[in-house]
C-alpha cells in the first residue's frame, strides 16, 4: 500500500457503478443519451463509475467507441467521479487502452480477465504486469473470473506493481473469496465485490468493502441504500434491499447471464432513459417479458 494511490483506494470502497452503453437507433453509440444517464448516476451520488465494462457491452465495442466512452465519461464525471476504465483484450490494445485512459484523465484502469482458452497462473501474473507497468501513476484493479487463480499470484503482481490497489472478485463462491483475499492479503488491496448486489452481503461479510452494480444504472438509490447499511454492519437491512432487488438480479442470472445487460437496458427503456437496443450475442428482451421487468422498475424510486 502507498500513499499515493490512497484517494483511489478510497474511491473503490463503494458502489462501483458500471454504466451503460446506449446506442441510436443507426446502431452507433447515444452520445447525448450517454451523457443524460451518466448525469444522472451523478446526480444520484454515485462516486465512481467504470466505462467499458461488461454491463457496457465493452466486448462489443470497437477500439473506437471504447475510446470514445472513455473521453465521454471522462469528461461527464468532470471531477465529480472516480474514473475507472476497463481494458482488456490482447496485451498491446490493453496498454494503448489504458495509455488513453491516462492521457485523458482517469484515475484508475480495470483489468478484463484474459480472453484466452488457456490462462496459466504465471501467464495471468504476466498478462498484468505487463498492463500495470505501463501505466505506474494509475491504479490498477485486475478483474478475477478465474476460480484456480491462487492469492500468492495476486500477492506476485502487487510486489511487482505497487499500483495495483484494488481487486475485482466475481467468482461465485463467498468462502474462496474469503481465503482467496487472506493469501493475497486481506489489508494490502481493496476488495470489491465483483458479483454486484445478490452477493454483496456475504462478500462484506468476508473482507469487500465495495461492490459492482448494473442495476445502479436504473434506481441509484437503491444501490447506495445496500452500501450504506452494510457500512454500517446492519445485514438485515442489507437484506431487506436484497429481497428488493432479487427477482430483478435473478432474471439477469438466468440462463447463464444471457440476458444481464438486457434486463437493465429494457429497465431504462420502460422509463424511457435509452434505447432497449444490445448487440449480439446479446439480444433485446422479447416483448411478451417486458412487462415484469417495468414493473420491477416502476415499483422502485428513482
Known sequence: MTAAFEAQRAAL??????????????????????????????????????????TGEFYTLTPQERQLVTELTIDAAGGRATVLVGVGHDVPTA?????????????????????????????WVDYHRAIAEAVPDLGVVPYIRNAQLLGARLAELADDCPNVI???????????????ARDA???RFVWVA?????????????????FTSGLVNVAPSVSLNMIEALRSG?????????EQIRRFEELRAANGSANNVTIVKEALASLGLCRRDV?????????????EVAAI??????
Request: aromatic fraction near 8%; glycine fraction near 12%.
Open 13 to 54: 470502497a463503494d458502489v462501483v457503478a458500471i454504466p451503460v452503453t446506449p446506442f441510436a437507433e443507426d446502431g452507433s453509440v447515444d452520445q447525448d443519451t450517454h451523457r443524460a444517464l451518466l448525469r444522472r448516476l451523478l446526480d444520484g451520488g454515485i462516486g465512481i463509475v467504470t466505462p467499458n465494462g461488461n
Open 95 to 123: 496498454i494503448a487502452s489504458a495509455r488513453h485512459a491516462r492521457d485523458h484523465g482517469a484515475q484508475m484502469v480495470m483489468i478484463h480477465q484474459p480472453v484466452h482458452p488457456y490462462v496459466s497462473q504465471g501467464g
Open 166 to 180: 484494488g481487486v475485482k472478485y466475481a467468482v461465485p463462491d463467498a468462502a474462496r473469496f474469503a481465503a482467496f
Open 185 to 187: 492479503g486481506l489489508e
Open 194 to 210: 465483483g458479483l454486484a448486489e445478490p452477493y454483496a452481503p456475504s462478500y462484506f461479510s468476508a473482507g469487500a468493502t465495495g
Open 234 to 242: 446492519d445485514y438485515p437491512g442489507a437484506m431487506k434491499v436484497w
Open 279 to 291: 448487440r449480439p450475442p446479446s439480444k433485446p428482451l422479447p416483448e411478451s417479458e417486458r412487462a
Open 297 to 302: 422498475a416502476a415499483g422502485w424510486s428513482v
